[in-house]
């Protein structure tokens, strides 16, 4: 394969898929590859260079992904053969993304070369000790290299995967649903705590979707149509914003937040 240059374009809430999509631009880098990193949040799909490689690298949410990455890939241009890999982080289960997601870009015209789900440690719920989620990363790390190893050599895959997968989809298409719900938005609202907050305006910037703006008293509001990327209560500098469903309030980051802005 004469492979010279990657878009890579990725989304990480909590660091487990910048973690992920930085190893796999490594190991493109060590191979002569170049590598445009790009934040989907930050590009415009109708933008991406079909001369290049593209590659996709996003978390699984509700056995799916966040609404806004459906969006980017959704409004991709059309290709004529632009050859296009994925890779997603998880915390064990998916099924409803790889089939479907290859079904968009086949009717776009790229053609689907590589898709890989690289567990990583839950950054929801169930937050687990840091030693154990060390050993996590570090195994993530090593199928991260091995893939982006496969893609040079060809030998990567993005095959159809079964019926099943679909059903999936579109359960997980309700899941997303009922997420949206101002119901949902209520029960599961991340909000500052006053009392820790220092007006920093971080979790403003680090928001995707411009969910949280900074009110005329100088604390983050929330703007009720959240998507639960965790970003914002991940990266907070003081903690200040809790998420009501981890458990014993535990949070979640792979790297510091200096690290993922850059
Ligand atoms: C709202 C939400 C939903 C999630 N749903 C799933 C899921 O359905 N299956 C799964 O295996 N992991 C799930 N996870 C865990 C993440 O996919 C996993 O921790 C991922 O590596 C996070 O990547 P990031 O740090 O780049 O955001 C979910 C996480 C969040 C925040
Ligand atoms: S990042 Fe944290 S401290 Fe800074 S404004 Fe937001 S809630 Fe407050
Ligand atoms: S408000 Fe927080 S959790 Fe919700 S989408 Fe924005 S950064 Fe992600």
Known sequence: MNLKRIDFY?????????????????????????????RIENS???????????????????????????EFINS????????????DTLGGISGGVVG??????????????????????????????????????????????????DIINGKAEWGKIPVISDALYYTSLLGLKITETRLNQKLLYLAADKGKCNKCGTCAKLCPIANIKMGEDGYPENLMHCQY???????????????KINYNG?????????KLLI
Not at 76 to 87: A, C, D, K, N, P
Not at 229 to 243: E, G, N, Q, V, W
């Open 100 to 149: 479907h997601m290859r079904e968009i870009v086949k009717k776009k015209g790229y053609v689907p070369i590589g898709a890989k789900e690289i567990i990583m440690p839950v950054n929801i719920f169930y937050i687990q000790d840091e030693e154990i989620n060390k050993g996590k990363v570090e195994k993530g790390l090593i199928e991260a290299e091995e893939y982006a190893a």
């Open 44 to 70: 415009d799909p109708e933008k991406v260079n079909l001369n290049n490689m593209i590659g996709l690298g996003f978390p699984v949410a509700e056995l799916s992904t966040y609404e806004f990455v459906w």
């Open 250 to 258: 535990k949070t979640y980051r792979a790297v510091k937040a200096n």
């Open 10 to 38: 990725y989304f990480s809430g909590t660091g487990n898929t910048f973690l992920v999509v930085k190893k796999m631009q490594e190991t493109f880098k060590k191979n002569g590859i170049d590598v445009n990193m790009h």
């Open 76 to 87: 991709l241009s059309q290709s004529e053969g632009t050859e296009i890999f994925m890779v």
């Open 229 to 243: 990327c965790l970003r914002c209560t991940s990266f907070c500098p003081k903690d200040a914003i809790p998420c």
